[in-house]
């Protein structure tokens, strides 16, 4: 009986320890992802957009930024996708269906630059030229940008108001400022690494 007390009190202790142990882990991972977002240009995104992945990123820098690209991956096709859904709506105005094809366009290399650079983070063995590697990262993530730019541009100007004007710029926003803290998170992650 006295052995059955010391099993389960040791028990206790053990299980008692793992929970302490992992809830100061999860706590240090949300940190970490709080001080790094903190460099970003739009940190309070930054941090709602990854807080939910931290026991994946734990305090890695490259798992963060890897995880930032996986984000703004799935934003950029979920963008797409609604952007092909409003240039079917009816009655647009002949420029703003110009600006509709050229921004599902933009976006379509956005989202190829975003995956390409996702794909070269995941495939990256330590054996390889993290150089070269970082430098193919920042060039696609910079040019997915500049793409995710174009398209809004496509919706300037006083004859471009209205509601068509006011969703696209909604569903770019959103992906330009995961795309941008991503490509900080990748700098961040290289100004560490090398």
């Known amino acids: ?115 390409k650079s996702l794909t070269e983070m995941r495939s990256f063995k330590e054996s390889d030229d993290f150089r070269t590697m970082i430098s193919d990262v920042q060039t696609w993530v910079s040019a997915a940008l500049t793409s995710q730019d174009t398209c809004s541009e496509g919706f300037a100007g006083k004859e471009m108001d209205g509601n068509v004007k006011i969703a696209v710029t909604g569903n770019i926003l959103k992906i330009v400022h995961l795309t941008s803290n991503a490509l900080a998170l990748i700098n961040n992650y290289a100004s560490v690494h090398g």
């Open 1 to 115: 009986m006295g052995s059955d007390i010391f099993a389960i009190s040791l028990f206790t202790v053990v299980v008692l320890s793992m929970v302490a142990a992992s809830s100061s882990s999860g706590t240090a991972s949300t940190e970490f992802i709080r001080t790094s977002c903190a460099s970003t240009t739009y940190p309070a995104l930054c941090y709602t957009s990854l807080v939910n992945h931290a026991s994946v990123i734990q305090k890695s820098p490259k798992l963060l930024a890897r995880t930032a690209l996986s984000v703004a991956a799935t934003s950029a096709k979920t963008t797409s996708t609604a952007m092909l859904r409003l240039s079917r709506t009816r009655g647009l105005k002949p420029r703003e269906i110009g600006a509709m094809k050229d921004c599902l366009e933009e976006m379509a290399d956005s989202a190829e630059q975003i995956q």
